[in-house]
């Protein structure tokens, strides 16, 4: 009966999904209801998580609820910690979700709702999710390793320093991109400037407060966290409407990009109870509560989508980033469908607080798809409002004009009707001074967000806030993975720097720690300047960097997990990475070619260069420095293709050799040990 009814549930789930998932994909002409969005996904991953998550745990990675995990075996109550599910499963959470499902989606909207949508809930299911669970159950049957020590184990010496260096350019591009993300949301804005500084003070006092004034009082310091986060959007809007103290945080691109940069080595250099974990737990809080806020507002609003299914820009003329569909659509998102990022925190914190292997599941995958939820709420934000509005947030004065008339006339001009008023009236409701060429994602996301939320959760009066708040909880979201990547990558340049003086190895030695934080904020903190200094606003051409750095991370990780999967004699399944792997390098190696080397200025990085360098004589220093920051980025694109490369052959090489007997089909994990955990709990 219990089966009957089973088999009944999940075919509805799979008829609803069907007829949700082709509503999506086939409406056209008149706008569709974002509910489609919201039940497609739900339906999607649901029927993902109970059957190919299941499948692949029981046929490939045989999970063994009776193996010792490293939190167990090695636990030292600093490091490794058997920890309860679902305090891992947040904090993995919290650690993977970056800007990437929140900017992304709403970046790739310029293509019409559709090409988002369908990478997302496809990528997420059959490659992110995937990538998440098989890392981290791999990492967790090694001690804890990480992505680059299994490359070298598995793949061998040269497999592992290539991911290594691969490793820590990707760290770097990433955390300056996520930066330049909080300072095109954040400047011109004092409300939103004040509401993100606040944020600074309010987590060292609650690092202070639970650890050297009410230690253990974890209840008592989240209400007072909450309480506090809630003054300094209510503060900001004072600021705001002061004269005097609107002029003292209002801040340009460059004066916010030293300020952030200054805060990096500061987050980097401080001891973590001090300022990390505390803004942590801060963004974590406020991370989830608004993820459950959004969706309750979606369901009440239920929004139409105001954005076509495909625009006109899929010819790859957009005006937020230029290039087609394939493979543009494919790297700007990045984390909401596959992202190499979450890799290194499978195999980083979550493996060494993993109390059964069988909670991998739920913590890989799961989380990931937590994670993809938010890339479609970020796809609907973006697309309800109007695509005029949308266009003139998101477009740079460089492609559409610095003075509003001429921006909503070119805007128009496309098919996307605007008039300054519309957009002066709008700024003007969401607090702002101008919401024109805000590049980046953000301040579009927020605007939906705003628009959702003030339609659903208090009305129009409230819209300010509302704007305010979606921008705290964005930069919160950035300035986490800002916080724990510059000191991850400190970390491994202290490991390689220890082996030539082994003083600067050492995790505690200060002037180590102040030496390697500081080049490695100078390292992201270049490419920051670079896109500040970019009068095409910095994103159209280092988000696509990002998402190519990013998804050749994933290539490394997906490689390791078929090389793994291969030599455990499970080569018959091994198509579950080996599929989304060929994705990735097609779409990887052919959006690096056209970066490098397409004749188009506002896709090639050479052919920027070049165009920049046929330009009046004598040239500027500010354009002297932007051939060479074009000429860079190829470069840096170019070697990490190379490096990339080198990891697919030697990857090949032990696939071949163990397939044809040639190598021994011999993996590298710990001993087993039986769990004493099931007795106790018996």
Request: glycine share 10%; hydrophobic share 55%.
């Amino acid at each position: 009966m219990n089966k009957t009814l089973a088999i009944l549930g999940w075919g509805t789930v799979a008829l609803l999904g069907t007829v949700a998932v082709s509503a999506v994909a086939l409406h056209r002409g008149e706008p569709i209801n974002a509910l489609w969005l919201v039940v497609a996904a739900t339906c999607c991953y649901a029927l993902g998580y109970r059957f190919y998550s299941k499948f692949i745990a029981v046929k490939i990675l045989m999970l063994d609820g009776l193996r010792a995990t490293p939190a167990e075996r090695l636990e030292n109550g600093r490091d490794f910690l058997v920890t309860n599910k679902w305090v891992v499963f947040g904090h993995h959470f919290a650690a993977i979700a970056g800007p990437g499902p929140l900017v992304g989606p709403v970046l790739a909207a310029q293509f019409g709702y559709l090409p988002g949508t369908m990478w997302v809930l496809a990528g997420a299911v059959f490659a992110g999710c995937v990538q998440d669970f098989v890392i981290l159950l791999f990492s967790v049957r090694r001690d804890g390793k990480s992505l680059t020590e299994m490359a070298k184990d598995e793949i061998g010496r040269v497999g592992g320093f290539v991911a290594y260096v691969a490793v820590i350019t990707i760290l770097i591009i990433l955390l300056g991109v996520a930066a330049l993300i909080v300072v095109n949301a954040l400047k011109a804005s004092p409300w939103g400037t004040f509401t993100i500084a606040m944020t600074m003070p309010i987590a060292l006092l609650m690092g202070v407060y639970l650890r050297r004034i009410r230690p253990g009082k974890v209840l008592e310091v989240s209400a007072l966290g909450f309480v506090l986060v809630l003054a300094a959007i209510w503060g900001g809007q004072y600021v705001s409407q002061n004269a005097m103290l609107a002029r003292v945080f209002t801040f340009s691109a460059p004066t916010l990009a030293i300020l952030i940069i200054v805060y990096g080595f500061a987050a980097s250099a401080l001891p973590v109870w001090l300022l990390l974990a505390p803004r942590d737990y801060l963004s974590t809080f406020v991370k989830l509560g608004t993820i459950v806020l959004l969706g309750v507002g979606m369901v009440a609003l239920h929004p139409t989508l105001h954005m076509p299914a495909l625009t006109r820009f899929v010819d790859g003329t957009g005006p937020v980033f230029s290039g087609k569909i394939f493979p543009f659509a494919f790297i700007t998102i990045a984390c909401g469908a596959i992202s190499g990022f979450h890799a290194l925190i499978s195999s980083g914190t979550t493996p060494k607080l993993i109390a059964r292997e069988t909670q991998t599941r739920m913590v890989g995958y799961g989380a990931m798809m937590a994670e993809s939820a938010v890339a479609v709420m970020a796809i609907i934000a973006a697309c309800v409002l109007q695509p005029g509005v949308y266009f003139a947030i998101n477009s740079p004065a460089g492609i559409v004009g610095q003075a509003p008339a001429t921006a909503a006339a070119t805007i128009s001009s496309w098919g996307f009707p605007v008039t300054a008023a519309d957009m002066q009236a709008l700024a003007h409701a969401v607090g702002e001074q101008t919401l024109y060429n805000r590049t980046g994602g953000a301040p579009a996301f927020a605007v939906g967000m705003a628009h959702i939320f003030s339609h659903s959760l208090g009305g129009e009066t409230l819209m300010a806030l509302w704007y305010h708040f979606a921008i705290m909880f964005e930069a919160l979201f950035i300035l986490t993975i800002l916080d724990a990547g510059t000191r991850v990558a400190r970390f491994m340049v202290q490991d390689a720097l220890g082996h030539v003086y082994k003083p600067l190895g050492r995790t505690s030695w200060y002037p180590s720690i102040l030496a390697t934080s500081g080049l490695i904020v100078a390292a992201w903190g270049y490419f920051l300047w670079q896109g500040v200094k970019d009068p095409l606003g910095g994103i159209n051409s280092l988000w696509p960097l990002f998402g190519i750095s990013n998804q050749l991370l994933a290539t490394v990780a997906l490689c390791v997990a078929t090389t793994i999967i291969i030599k455990m004699h499970r080569a018959k399944y091994a198509a579950v990475t080996l599929v989304p792997l060929a994705w990735l390098v097609a779409v990887t190696f052919t959006a690096s070619w056209h970066k490098m080397f397409d004749p188009n200025p506002r896709v090639g990085f050479l052919a920027q260069a070049q165009a920049l360098a046929a330009g009046p004589v004598p040239m500027s220093s500010a354009t002297a420095r932007l051939i060479f920051n074009n000429r860079l980025d190829a470069a840096v694109t170019g070697t990490l293709v190379v490096m990339v490369t080198l990891v697919l052959v030697e990857s090949g090489r032990q696939w071949m050799g163990v397939l044809s007997g040639a190598k021994e089909a011999r993996v590298k994990e710990s001993p087993f040990v039986r769990t004493r955990l099931v007795e106790e709990q018996g």
